[in-house]
């Protein structure tokens, strides 16, 4: 009779324990976690890179503007050219972050009648730095293409 009491306790310990282990919260936070990272790991990547973007529109924006302003006082194509490389480091002159080789520049009558308009249009390919597509698509939605942000100004030729 005791070693039929003593495996009847033994079940009840082990029993006891299995039921503990059951109600315990243990793994609960990491599971939690790996179907929140993906979310949050999108937002942070969305914040840095549109964060870059906007700044690449408004530095593609000034220079467009200051092209545009170059070309209404009727300067020649260089002094254009010149002037939009220069506005695009007026904020960091060591290094601004962007790599003028994919920025193409679009000018129609420069130098042409006082009266008349000129246009500058600046198009500047941009990459993202994070890998904000490939988490997306893992997600279940689609890529995000880099886009090409571009400017126009037009001003009265003086």
Wanted: charged share 15%; glycine share 8%.
């Amino acid at each position: 009779m005791d070693a039929a009491l003593t495996a009847v306790g033994h079940l009840t310990r082990v029993g006891g324990r299995l039921r503990r282990l059951r109600e315990s919260e243990k793994g609960q936070t990491l599971v939690e976690f790996a179907l929140v990272l993906p979310f949050f790991l999108v937002l942070i990547f969305a914040l840095v890179d549109f964060g870059r973007a906007y700044y690449t529109w408004q530095v593609v924006t000034n220079g467009a503007r200051e092209g545009a302003r170059a070309a209404a006082v009727q300067s020649d194509n260089a002094t254009i050219d010149s002037k939009i490389y220069a506005s695009f480091c007026t904020s960091y002159p060591s290094n601004c972050g962007l790599d003028t080789s994919k920025l193409t520049i679009t000018k129609t009558n420069v130098q042409g009648a006082r009266g008349t308009e000129v246009t500058v249009r600046l198009a500047y390919d941009f990459n993202w730095v994070t890998p904000m597509g490939n988490i997306l698509t893992l997600i279940g939605g689609s890529s995000v293409a880099a886009p090409t942000i571009s400017s126009t100004t037009s001003m009265r030729l003086e």
